[in-house]
């Protein structure tokens, strides 16, 4: 008792807890990432559910520190919350295809998983600070002061975990390894206040039940392998991974960013595009190189650097220059997927947007857009603004290729991506990816757009007639995405239902 009253630091206290929550939090996004994506809505979840998990918390807190405030209560506190913490490792597995299964509208189901996962350790967290205020204040005269700095130091507790962790923690140990230290940590911390009491009985006895359930959840879930690393590389954007398989005969590399296969690589013959999308890329620049061989190219995202690659070995006069943000990324493409050392692909690890807007001072012929992860789409490279970058960048004859991922019998995202490039570029033209992409749940698209008219007639894809399209645009009132105004998340909502429901 008298060595933990010595050392009895309020502050460190709520400092240490809060710093735990803002770990917590955002660990979370990239617990989620391979199973729910990266959008508005998990962000939404996330933050609202650890905030309502805190606010109970405070309540509850409130309510035991004024009952039975003793270093002994936060030592099961802490305890509590550190098992809670482990669970977070086991729920994230087993809990996930009995919440998706489920026929629950989306948003429902996203706050649904995030609940289940982090609700309760934000809860028992929450409730550290009202018992340290209780056990902190020695008289009413100084209670302000004494809440007011235990608040101040409870928000730089946030502040640091939330630095700590999106600048350092996740690029260098990954997601499961800071849930599983963060459990630790907290484990510790109330066996040290358990021991305040040690010679009590009962509190011996807790201490003992407190080791054992968790040593035996550690030892569950290393059996389990759910404290293996899931991601091989887990990077400070995506959970990366690479695999093999077979297509038409041929061996291909994937990668995989999150949960979406982005790009197949044949490491035999890297001109031999399995992607339907690039395909389709490469078909709509043919005319455009008749008349020039050596086009200045900008690839917006890299990716597994296939369709970069394929324009290096085919076009060995041209100029190509890749936007990947992720350096990570472009370090898996050059070890996993054959990219040379000393490619003449220039790689810029940066923002597409922020690249455009500040570094680039060149005008391209080709530039072509894939950075879309799924549904998890970087709203500010859909907009308006962004459009024109875009269009400053491009030459006059030159051609802008994207593709994106919507529902034909939704299309409430094309429809807007559409008419935003329509107020830039005078000819935009669409090409589904399969003929029946009307009835799809979810279809790949790729969109041209161009400043001179476009000559599409040889593409094995038939692109929509311009009545078609804008038939097909018609059918909802004209949107805009704009820097103001973008709900990108909010459009491709019910693609992911549908997809979801098969």
């Known amino acids: 008792m008298d060595l933990q009253r010595r050392w009895w630091s309020p502050h460190g206290v709520v400092f240490l807890s809060s710093a735990c929550v803002m770990i917590l939090e955002l660990v979370a ?82 706050v649904t998983y ?70 630790i940590t907290l484990e510790l911390m109330g066996l040290w206040f358990l021991l305040a009491e040690a010679h009590r009985a009962k509190i011996r006895l807790m201490v003992g039940i407190t080791l054992l359930l968790f040593a035996v959840l550690v030892l569950f879930l290393h059996k389990k392998g759910f404290l293996c690393r899931e991601c091989p590389v887990e990077s400070d954007y995506y959970c990366i ?92 493409a050059h070890v996993a997927f054959g990219l040379p050392r000393d490619t003449r692909i220039q790689t810029y690890n940066m923002d597409a947007r922020y690249f455009l807007a500040h570094e680039n001072k060149e005008k391209y012929d080709l530039i072509f857009g894939d950075a879309f992860n799924d549904y998890s789409v970087p709203f500010h490279l859909t907009t308006l603004e962004f459009d024109r970058l875009v269009a400053q960048a491009l030459d006059e004859k030159g051609l802008y290729v994207v593709n994106i991922v919507d529902g034909g019998r939704r299309g409430h995202f094309l429809r807007a991506y559409v ?7 005078p000819h935009v033209a669409v090409i589904p990816w399969g003929a029946h992409w009307r009835q799809a749940a979810r279809t790949t698209f790729v969109i041209v757009a161009a400043r001179q008219p476009l000559n599409l007639g040889a593409l094995h ?34 693609v992911f239902e549908d997809s979801a429901r098969g």
């Open 29 to 110: 996004s990239r617990i989620v990432a391979p199973r729910l994506g990266v959008s508005l809505y998990t962000w939404t979840s996330i933050i609202g559910v650890i905030l309502a998990g805190i606010s109970l918390g405070n309540y509850i807190g409130g309510k035991l520190a004024d009952r039975w405030a003793s270093f002994p209560l936060l030592g099961c506190v802490f305890s509590f919350a550190a098992l809670l913490c482990l669970g977070v490792l086991w729920l994230n597995n087993d809990l996930h295809d009995w919440v998706l299964s489920s026929h629950v509208p989306l948003l429902l189901a996203v």
């Open 114 to 183: 995030v609940a289940a996962v982090f609700f309760l350790p934000s809860v028992a967290l929450g409730s550290v600070s009202p018992i340290v205020v209780k056990l902190s204040l020695k008289d009413l005269e100084h209670s302000g002061a004494t809440v007011g700095k235990l608040s101040a130091w409870a928000s730089v507790g946030s502040i640091v975990g939330t630095f700590a962790t999106g600048f350092f923690l996740i690029s260098w140990f990954g997601t499961k390894a800071i849930v599983l230290l963060v459990a």
């Open 241 to 332: 991974r690479v695999f093999e398989r077979v297509l038409e005969g041929h061996r291909v590399r994937a990668l995989v960013l999150d949960r979406l296969v982005h790009s197949y690589t044949d490491l035999d013959d890297p001109t031999n595009l399995k992607y339907g999308y690039e395909e389709i890329y490469a078909q709509v620049i043919q005319p455009f190189l008749r008349h020039n061989p050596a086009p200045r190219v900008l690839c917006i995202g890299g990716g597994g650097y296939t369709f970069p690659r394929y324009l290096e070995i085919t076009l060995p006069e041209s100029q190509i220059k890749v936007i990947e943000i992720d350096p990570a990324v472009t370090e898996v």
């Open 419 to 425: 008419r935003t490039l329509q107020r830039v570029f």
């Open 461 to 494: 894809h038939r692109p929509l007639e311009v009545q078609e399209l804008e038939a097909y645009l018609a059918q909802e009132e004209p949107l805009v995405l704009t820097d103001d105004f973008v709900p990108v998340d909010n459009l491709l909502a019910p």
